[in-house]
């Protein structure tokens, strides 16, 4: 498909008999006094109707012509590109199938598509043209419907109270360039957006990155990345300057690094925001956290234990003192197991005591103390002060060295309830570890209760979710049994407005849970190993990750693509 210009659509309109060539001549005269389009200006001069005129660039540019009013639009492949970037380049994105985005545009010339490509950056595209009078009622229509959800909204246009700002504000030594964007798609309105979207689709992280030819934001939705908009680079530093004043943050400083934090009601809910800036190279990377307390799910039935680690666990819970290791990479839920943990201990009776770094949650009736290391209230230092202050239960966010470590097990073995967290690969491995930090084996035996390792995955979008066939032998490498594989029904990912196209909605923990038995308690003191350790575990009932990931499949919760990556064979 050959692109041409504006002349060769003069010359296409001359061949098709639709203008003479005099009439051509007269409209390239005002097109270059008024600075418009050839087509515009044979419009103008009433020469050519605004039909002939989209019907001529559909045949020239080889683009089907569509009345944007008329077709099927899917509201979830719209959001893929912001209302203000969609009425400032006159871009509607209405229908996806497999990778492809279909496109509507009034404008096919070669800047127009390649801002397409960079705004739907990973996407093959189809392209389509529209009459631009039918773009701009669709695009008014649009705006009026967003300008009145935005009312019916308890904070939109509150988001932040303690934030809005006037403009001005921010530096001025910004671009003129910057300013102008500010004037057509104010920076308030859009942070906001990008806020409140993250909100409706229940994504736990924004970035914010910048990089060479604009500025890409993505939200975190159960645990995968995916990108969102893509904006123009003169946005950038104004975009940057607003989420840092929101956050309190120095809005002059951007060659380190700074943390913040947001307070916000959405919809009713109390939502916080946790805000880490970065220099890169091409500017300040920005992330928000999004902790909202009303989605924080405290029930330690609900989080993904089998019924017999979950049985395991809550004996551990009931124990009057020792310790409970969570483990797992970040990201994997622990924290949010251990708090679970607490609410079922939280009783006016018991005085529990955390040490976090950071607090993500605050609860009444638990004394939460915020680890400041800059000043000395590190981990270790902390649960000193709490051996002074008669707590019965203690939680240390981390184990992160021999010193903190050393007086947990101690606080364990002094008539505390401990439960922390480690960073292992397995349940098992866990033993290795605190050997390796400096723990002696005998310490470990007497002190640690049971241990439990954990990974999240999605699950399946119970709306769109299918079947599928998959083979005997893949069923087997799995980890299946002959006899589950008898009837075992298997089902994957489709995508769907529900779930955001992803095929997934919401997440679900794979649990690997390891009470320190007697016989375990020898194998320590002997110095078998983690392999050694953990076949001992599972002959005496203990389900790891991947079994107990083979159970969500069998269940129809996750598909087979999650629980591969989130496990190893066994």
């Known amino acids: ?46 020469y050519i109707n605004e039909e002939q005129l989209f019907n001529s660039l559909s045949e020239i540019y080889g683009y089907p012509l569509i009345n944007i009013l008329k077709i099927d639009k899917d509201p ?20 996806k199938e497999s990778s492809t985005v279909k496109v509507a545009i009034c404008d096919p010339s070669n800047t127009t598509i390649d801002y397409v490509k960079f705004l739907l950056t990973g996407f093959n595209l189809d392209i389509y043209l ?14 009026k419907k967003s300008a009145e959800e935005e009312k019916k909204s308890d904070n939109f246009n509150e988001l932040i109270e303690s934030a809005v700002i006037d403009m001005t504000a921010i530096d001025e030594s910004e671009t003129k360039e910057e300013e102008t964007i500010k004037v057509d798609a104010p920076i308030i309105k859009l942070a906001n957006k990008i806020i409140f979207d993250a909100i409706k689709m229940k994504a736990s992280d924004i970035h914010i990155e910048p990089h060479e030819k604009g500025v890409t934001v993505r939200y975190r939705i159960d645990g995968v990345l995916h990108n969102i908009l893509n904006l123009p680079l003169q946005i950038k530093s104004a975009l940057t300057t607003r989420f840092k004043i ?10 380190l690094p700074q943390d913040g934090r947001i307070k916000a009601t959405i919809s009713g809910k109390e939502v916080d925001f946790r805000v880490s800036t970065l220099p890169i190279i091409h ?9 909202e307390k009303g989605s924080l799910q405290l029930d330690l039935t609900k989080l993904g234990f089998e019924e017999i680690s979950l049985q395991f666990f809550l004996d551990a819970l009931e124990k009057p003192y020792g310790m409970i290791l969570v483990t797992g990479p970040t990201g994997s839920g622990k924290t949010t197991t251990l708090y679970s943990a607490l609410m079922r201990l939280n009783k006016p009776e018991v005085n529990i005591m955390t040490v976090e770094d950071p607090v993500e949650y605050s609860f009444q009736g638990i004394n939460q103390v915020h680890v400041k290391e800059e000043i000395g209230l590190t981990f270790a230092a902390a649960l000193r002060s709490f051996l002074r202050q008669d707590p019965d239960i203690i939680m240390v966010g981390e184990i992160r060295d021999f ?8 606080a364990a073995l002094t008539g505390h309830l401990v439960l922390s967290t480690l960073h292992t690969n397995d349940a098992p491995s866990t033993i290795t570890r605190l050997i390796n930090m400096g723990i002696e084996p005998f310490l470990i035996s007497s002190s640690v209760l049971l241990v439990v390792a954990q990974r999240l995955v999605r699950k399946l979008c119970p709306h769109c979710k299918r079947e599928e066939t998959v083979s005997k032998e893949t069923l ?14 298997i089902y994957g990912p489709v995508g769907c407005s529900e779930c955001n196209l992803t095929g997934y909605k919401g997440r679900i923990a794979l649990y690997e849970v390891m009470p ?44 087979i693509k999650e629980v591969l990556r989130a496990t190893f064979e066994d």
């Open 1 to 46: 498909m050959g692109i041409v210009g504006a002349t060769s659509l003069g010359q296409y309109l001359v061949k098709k008999g639709v203008i003479t060539e005099e009439q051509l001549l007269q409209a390239v005269r005002v097109q270059k006094i008024e600075g418009i389009k050839i087509g515009s200006a044979l419009m103008k001069l009433g």
């Open 76 to 95: 979830q492949v719209i959001k893929l590109i912001l209302q203000e970037i969609m009425k400032k380049y006159k871009v509607v994105p209405f229908g």
């Open 130 to 143: 529209t009459k631009y009078s039918d773009m701009m009622q669709y695009l008014n229509e649009a705006d």
């Open 246 to 255: 929101m956050s309190h943050l120095d809005i002059s400083e951007r060659r």
């Open 283 to 291: 500017g300040e990377k920005v992330v928000l956290r999004i902790l």
């Open 403 to 410: 010193e903190t470590a050393e007086i947990a097990v101690k």
């Open 476 to 489: 087997l490498k799995l980890g299946f049994t002959e006899a589950e594989i008898e009837n075992l029904k």
């Open 516 to 559: 320190i038995t007697d016989e375990i308690k020898e194998m320590i003191l002997t110095g078998a190993t983690s392999l050694d350790i953990k076949r001992q575990a599972v002959k005496e009932g203990m389900l790891t990750l991947r079994r107990s990931g083979l159970h969500k499949i069998m269940q129809g919760i996750t598909s």
